[in-house]
């Protein structure tokens, strides 16, 4: 199970953390990752992160703002957003891949119920 939390209404250019926790024991094979989705829209790749080694992959629209962290004793694993931008307004789903995926939403099996951010220009 996970519960994602820190959404909220910002500004352009503000900060916000989202965070989500996990329950159960997070193998070092699996990835655990935030996605976005807008209404009408498909769910799209923000940033994944390896759980054994730490390693982080972006997608470009976030790359250098965005910074995805985990932390193995509490099992959880954060989204620190910075410089926020209107297009960023979406829900934010925090999830879980067993097997290792990075990218694709039909790769991961496990989803949180999302926070929405919402971005005012």
């Known amino acids: 199970q996970l519960q994602a939390s820190g959404g909220g209404l910002v500004q352009a250019g503000d900060s916000l953390r989202l965070s989500c926790a996990a329950s159960?024991?997070?193998?070092?094979?699996?990835?655990m990752g935030w996605f976005r989705q807008v209404r009408g829209k498909e769910r799209e790749f923000v940033a994944t992160?390896?759980?054994?080694?730490?390693?982080?992959y972006y997608a470009d629209s976030v790359k250098g703002r965005f910074t995805i962290s985990r932390d193995t004793a509490k099992n959880t694993v954060d989204l620190q957003m910075n410089t926020v931008k209107p297009e960023d307004t979406a829900v934010y789903y925090c999830?879980?891949?067993?097997?290792?995926?990075?990218?694709?939403?039909?790769?991961?099996?496990?989803w949180g119920q999302g926070t929405l951010v919402t971005v005012s220009s």
């Open positions: 999830s879980r891949s067993r097997s290792g995926a990075l990218y694709s939403p039909t790769s991961f099996d496990d």
């Open positions: 159960g024991r997070i193998f070092s094979s699996a990835t």
């Open positions: 992160i390896r759980w054994g080694t730490g390693r982080t």
